[in-house]
Nanobody, 117 residues
Framework: QAHFMESGGGLVQPGGSLRLACVAS????????IGWYRRYPGKKHEWVAG?????????NYADSVRGRFTISRDNAKNTAFLQMNDLKPEDTADYYC?????????WGQGTRVTVSS
C-alpha cells in the first residue's frame, strides 16, 4: 500500500497563504492520481483537489477552493503540493493527501491548517 506524509500546515490570518506538501512512499507510482482532502472535526474527509499522474495535464478543484488553491506535483520526488491563497476561516481543517479515489488504509497523519485573526 501507499503511504503519505503531509506537512506545511500552520496558523495564518485570513487572506494569507500556505503551501502544503505530501510525500508518497511505499507501493506508489508516479502514474497514480493524487488528491488533497480536508476533514473538519467530527466529519468525513472532503475532497479538495486532484491531479493526474505522470503524463497527464488533468487537475480539478472543489468549488469551495477553485481559484484560490493550486495543486501540483514533482514526480521525481513523489511529492504533491497544495498552494493555498486567500485563505478563509472556513478553510480551517486537517489536510490530507491520498490516492483519488482515496483508499482508507492510506490516510496519513495530516497537517492542520488554522485560519484565524
Amino acid at each position: 500500500q501507499a503511504h503519505f506524509m503531509e506537512s506545511g500546515g500552520g496558523l495564518v490570518q485570513p487572506g494569507g497563504s500556505l503551501r502544503l506538501a505530501c510525500v508518497a512512499s511505499g507501493n506508489f507510482r508516479s502514474t497514480f492520481v493524487i488528491g488533497w482532502y480536508r476533514r473538519y472535526p467530527g466529519k468525513k474527509h472532503e475532497w479538495v483537489a486532484g491531479i493526474g499522474g505522470e503524463g497527464s495535464v488533468w487537475s480539478n478543484y472543489a468549488d469551495s477552493v477553485r481559484g484560490r488553491f493550486t495543486i501540483s506535483r514533482d514526480n521525481a520526488k513523489n511529492t504533491a503540493f497544495l498552494q493555498m491563497n486567500d485563505l478563509k476561516p472556513e478553510d480551517t481543517a486537517d489536510y490530507y493527501c491520498n490516492l483519488l479515489p482515496p483508499e482508507d488504509h492510506n490516510w496519513g497523519q495530516g497537517t492542520r491548517v488554522t485560519v484565524s485573526s
